[in-house]
């Protein structure tokens, strides 16, 4: 029969990560793929889910979110980050951040607009991208002293009279990097210059490393007025599967996604809303100690990637480590990870899929760090069989 699927989204299939994990299961691998942790979030929060669902927030919540997620958010990004919202009109809860990102493109970008985005690109952008019929204009992350960075030029040259909306994501999945105040600046500057709308995933706005902070792009001067920021609990909880986001922004902007939203899945689960906005309030220690965590298991990947013969990244925030496969002898890094589950039982990711410009990533895979401290031992263990 002929092709059903709309001509825009065609050059979707299946996504890397359910290929990946179908084979992780298939070989019986090691799964350093997906970013997804093997230990639940505080036990507290988890109980609130639980003590709700059995005492009847079973029903359609308010459309924009639960008042007390919705103030939540509010007191995290002002105590956090001196970022005043409005949680009436001002903060707006979503089906996690992939949804929050979503709709914001959805809502605010029109057939034959541009999309700067910086790649490597978490893929759900380059998707929605394509739903709203709009441009993505790439502009590549590459490395220089240690970490993945951007070109100021580049970026400058990116914007053409067509270019509506800038994606920026830091903590960055999946190069690791977090954004300097002085490469923020440049962002807003060209914002502020073009008059473009900036759309920030910030899902991984705890997990930052050594000096690394995370800045938002809202804080800096002339941002919060033309910043959509989207943020979720799934990784700073360890609770990936409850997809529950939120985005802020100011109200004429909430409304834009609101309409968009409502007719996608028009309210978000009252259980995990309830949960999240105690987590907000009263396990940023549990976070902390969470961080603390996933640093040290950053660098025992690190080492033992170093070890099995990997140039490594060093990331500064994020699960997520980026391996030069060049040292090893492979050049492709598809067809590494297709190989990977029967050569050494671990699977990794092909950077290269989140790129525009795949030569620019064939050489990398990213390996996910959020993991039991015995299953990364295992995992490097059997990556020492590269060698």
């Known amino acids: 029969m002929t092709e059903p699927l709309v001509g825009r989204m065609r050059e979707f299939g299946e996504t890397i990560f359910a290929e990946m994990s179908a084979l992780a299961t298939r070989t019986n691998a090691i799964n350093l793929g997906q970013g997804f942790p093997d230990e639940d979030g505080p036990a507290d929060m988890l109980d609130i889910a639980v003590e709700a669902i059995r005492t009847g927030a079973n029903q359609y919540p308010p459309g924009p979110g639960l008042p007390e997620l919705r103030e939540a958010v509010a007191a995290q990004r002002l105590g956090r980050y001196g970022l005043a919202y409005d949680p009436a009109t001002e903060v707006f809860v979503t089906v996690g951040a992939t949804e929050g990102i979503a709709a914001s493109v959805l809502a605010l970008a029109e057939p034959g607009d541009e999309v700067i985005v910086?790649?490597?690109?978490?893929d759900s952008y380059a998707a929605v991208i394509?739903?709203?019929?709009?441009?993505?204009?790439?502009?590549t992350l590459r490395p220089a002293e240690g970490r993945f960075a951007f070109d100021p030029d580049e970026l400058r040259a990116a914007v053409t009279p067509r270019t509506r909306l800038i994606l920026v994501n830091s903590p960055h999945n999946p190069c690791g990097t977090v954004f300097t105040r002085d490469e923020l600046e440049t962002i807003a500057a060209?914002?502020?210059e073009h008059d473009l709308v900036a759309v920030t995933d910030e899902v991984y706005e705890y997990l930052t490393f050594d000096d690394a902070e995370h800045v938002p792009l809202a804080?800096?001067?002339?941002?919060?007025?033309?910043?959509v920021s989207v943020s979720s609990v799934g990784k700073s909880f360890s609770v990936t599967g409850w997809k529950t986001g939120w985005v802020t922004a100011p109200a004429p902007y909430v409304r834009a996604v609101q309409s968009v939203k409502q007719f996608l899945t028009f309210a978000v689960s009252a259980p995990y809303q309830r949960a999240a906005a105690y987590a907000l309030g009263g396990e940023i220690p549990w976070v902390e100690e969470l961080r603390k965590s996933l640093q040290g298991k950053r660098d025992r990947l690190v080492t033992g990637l170093e070890a099995a013969g990997f140039d490594v990244y060093r990331p500064q925030g994020t699960y997520f480590v980026q391996a030069d496969i060049r040292p090893l002898g492979f050049t492709d890094g598809m067809e590494l990870a297709r190989a990977l589950p029967e050569k050494a039982g671990v699977v990794a990711i092909p950077t290269q899929v989140f790129y525009d410009h795949p030569d620019a990533g064939a050489h990398f895979v990213r390996f996910a760090f959020c993991k039991k401290d015995e299953v990364i031992d295992a995992a490097v263990e059997r990556l020492a069989r590269l060698r």
């Open 118 to 122: 910086f790649e490597p690109y978490y």
């Open 130 to 139: 394509a739903l709203a019929g709009a441009v993505r204009r790439p502009v």
């Open 190 to 192: 060209v914002c502020r």
């Open 219 to 227: 804080a800096l001067e002339g941002m919060r007025e033309r910043t």
